[in-house]
């Protein structure tokens, strides 16, 4: 993808999820949205039979997922959830 990179916005539950998490989690989750925010299609859409769902994702990195949806003309990926297993 060529272009600006994707803001990252958090919805209210993401942050405070994000704001509990250890340091190296946390530095994942940026790891991870750092790249979503490069290339938001990069990652797997969160239901591919939902037509209609085709700007929600989700990545995972081992025990982390995150779910982000993609604000085409704001150009903003919007953090929805962030799980930890850990």
Request: glycine share 6%; charged share 20%; proline share 6%.
């Amino acid at each position: 993808m060529t272009g600006q990179a994707y803001t990252v916005r958090f919805s209210a539950p993401a942050a405070k999820v994000l704001d509990t998490l250890p340091e190296h989690v946390e530095d994942t989750v940026w790891d991870v949205l750092d790249a979503a925010a490069a290339d938001p299609w990069g990652f797997a859409q969160w239901n591919a039979n939902d037509p209609e769902g085709e700007d929600v994702h989700y990545a995972s990195v081992g025990q982390l997922s995150l779910t982000y949806w993609v604000n085409r003309p704001l150009r903003r990926l919007s953090v929805l959830n962030i799980t930890w297993l850990g």
